[in-house]
Structures are given as C-alpha cells and as structure tokens.
C-alpha cells in the first residue's frame, strides 16, 4: 500500500512552471486522497495568476504518480487561491437595508461534464440536521418515478450521505484520462467524495480544496445525458454555494427546513444567498413537519408546525409540501432502502412524489418561459 509520505516525494521531484525548480520548493500537495483500491487523488494549491501555467506542472504529476508502483491510478487537480483584498463599501438602501449582491450573470458555460444535462438544481439547508440528505435522495427517486434519467451529486464534502442512502459501495471506475463513471443505483446515478476517501476519517478541508473537488465532481463525471442532476449541498452559504453558481448554471434551488424559528432563520439566510447570486429558488420544504403517534394515531407538532409554508409565502416563493417525522423514513434511510421506491404507496412516499411533481413543473415552465 502506498504511504503518503511516497506519494510526496513523488511530487516533490517534479519540476515547477519554470522548468528547473523542484515542488519542493515551490508548492506542496495540499491534498492527498489514497482510495482502498490504491488510486490517488491529489490536490496542487498553487496562486490564481499562475494558474494556467501550472496546467502542465499539473499533467507531468499525474504522469510521474502512475508511474509510481502501488498506485491504481492518480488524478490530480489545481484549485487557486486568490490573494485577500479590501472588502468593497457596502451600499444601503434609503430604509437601511443591504443592497443585494450582484448576481451571477446568465449565459454561465456548462462545464463539460455537464454537457448533456438538461437542469442542475441544489437541495440545500441554511443549517445541518434538518434532513436535507434524506429529501435530497427522495426527490431525485421522485424524479426517476415520473420517467426522468436522474443523476445526485453529493457535494456534502465533510458529510457525504449519498453512498448510505442509496445502498452504494466501492469506488468509481475511470473512463479515460481523469474522468470518472459515476455509480448507479434504484436508476439514478450516483457520485460523492465517499466513495473515495475513508468513511472514518474527519475531511480537514480549507474552503479553497472543498470547492475544488465539487468542481471536479461536476466536471470530471460522465453523467452521460440527464434530465435532472440533484445536488446535495453542505449545510450553510459558504465557499460550496458559491462555487456552483459561479460553476454551473443552476436551475433552481430547493430549500429544506424544520419548522421551528431557528431553523427558519438559517433556511431564510439560504434563500437570500441563491437570490443574491441569481439562482431562482424552486421552493421550500417543511421537514419533521408533525408525528402521527402509532398507539394513539394522535398528531404531534413536535418542533412547532406550518413555519415552512408562512416563510415561503413571507419570501414569496412556492411551498413544495411538509415531510413528516416519521420512523419509517428513517429505518429505510439507515438500511438504503429509500421509501420512494421501498415503501411507493406510504404516505411520505406519496408526499416526495408530489413534491418531485411539482419540482419538475416548476423547471418546464422556466425552460419553456
């Protein structure tokens, strides 16, 4: 098995931009990624306005990593790390309110492993725990139950969900050069960083290396030809967000929250981060919504009831239904026996199909708008 510590010196024979000087004195891994089977994945840090010159930097270390014996394959990856600057002056509108940001331009050029995808569209959280993972994976099986080729990109870089969910083991076979076959199950393709680095190991990622892999996720996958790519997105609005906006044109987002005012709070956040940077928000949400006791049949309001909805229409976006706290979702999620296709005919079933419904009518009407 290789070590790490050969895979550095590896790298640290290569020659830089220049020709002469080593890696060792230029730039160290700021990544390295030994999968089981003996593949390699490598992260190059390297300044933003050298960027273009270290792509052949980037190829002589791949060529010299699956040279190296032990290795199954290498695939190594630049990500850029732009030098601080001054904020720019915030401006306010008369009553005091922040201007938004600009928005992403249209017209955003799909990355090639995009080419054949009809629509992108984020499944995210303002905060963690609130079972984005599960309605994410739910809703792209919704998806694939109305006839739709439908493909999940995990992008929870330090909580991937996806391999668990969908029941899915072992790593992603390489097609040709650095691209990778996503794996597939229940009829959906399927591609996360956990399927290629250990399950029990914490990811100490800087911002910078997180949005790297989600771009090379979304550019170095064969999806193949896709009607919907669900991704799943880490909790928050930070570097993740960012970079797939700026990545991909996304379609819309899907907004997951619980109904209790914390939530709400962090999910509104979300809301505002997608419309700042021009990303049509497809709806939200209500996760845990009630409990339907299994002696009493009494209903339980278990973390308040109805914020979603009243949110939703506060911000004047659509309300895509409310997802009950219920034990069934959570055995079958555990078991990767997700219920829309384990259990079709239960009532949460039901309610991601519907959901999945009304997604997709939403993404017709603005293609056809």
């Keep these: ?5 050969a895979i550095q010196a590896c790298i640290s024979r290569v020659p830089g931009p220049d020709g002469k000087t080593l890696l060792d004195q230029t730039a160290a891994a700021s990544a390295i990624v030994i999968a089981a089977d003996g593949k390699v994945f490598v992260t190059l840090t390297v300044p933003a306005a050298d960027a273009a010159p270290w792509e052949k930097v980037r190829l002589a270390v791949e060529t010299a990593l699956r040279g190296l014996g032990g290795a199954g394959a290498a695939s190594v990856t630049l990500t850029a790390e732009r ?64 006839g739709l080729k439908v493909g999940v990109l995990d992008a929870d870089i330090y909580g991937p969900s996806m391999p668990k969910l969908f029941a899915l083991k072992g790593q992603p076979e390489i097609v040709t050069g650095r691209t990778l076959r996503p794996l597939e199950a229940y009829g959906c393709k399927v591609m996360s960083i956990g399927f290629v680095v250990d399950a ?3 990811m100490a990622w800087r911002g910078p290396m997180v949005a790297s892999a989600i771009t090379q996720m979304l550019r ?9 790519l669900v991704v799943d997105m880490p909790p928050g ?9 700026q990545q991909t044109p996304l379609a819309g987002a899907v907004i997951v929250s619980t109904p209790q005012d914390l939530a709400l709070i962090d999910a509104r956040r979300g809301v505002a981060m997608f ?9 939200l949400v209500e996760n845990m919504s009630f409990f339907i006791c299994d002696g ?14 009243a949110e939703a229409a506060k911000l004047g976006v659509a309300f895509l239904g409310e997802i009950p706290l219920d034990i069934e979702i959570r055995e079958r999620s555990d078991a990767g026996l997700p219920v829309v296709v384990t259990a079709p005919d239960s009532p949460p079933a039901q309610t991601y199909r519907q959901i999945a419904r009304t997604v997709w009518s939403g993404l017709e009407k603005r293609t056809a708008g």
Excluded: Y
């Design 220 to 228: 170095d996958v064969a999806w193949g030809q896709l009607d919907v």
């Design 296 to 309: 009493c049949g009494k209903r339980h309001d278990i973390f308040a009831h109805g914020g979603a909805r």
């Design 275 to 283: 419309q700042d940077v021009g990303v049509p928000i497809l709806g």
């Design 83 to 146: 030098a601080p600057s001054a904020a720019p002056p915030v401006s306010f509108k008369p009553d005091g309110a922040k201007q938004p940001a600009q928005p992403i331009k249209a017209g955003i050029p799909k990355l090639a492993g995009l080419a054949q995808v009809r629509h992108v569209i984020a499944v995210a959280s303002g905060k963690g725990g609130v079972g984005k993972s599960t309605t994410a994976c739910n809703l792209a099986l919704g998806l694939r139950a109305l």
């Design 200 to 202: 029990d190991k914490g």
């Design 237 to 245: 609005t930070g570097d993740a967000q960012l970079t797939m906006a």
């Design 1 to 5: 098995m290789l070590s790490r510590e």
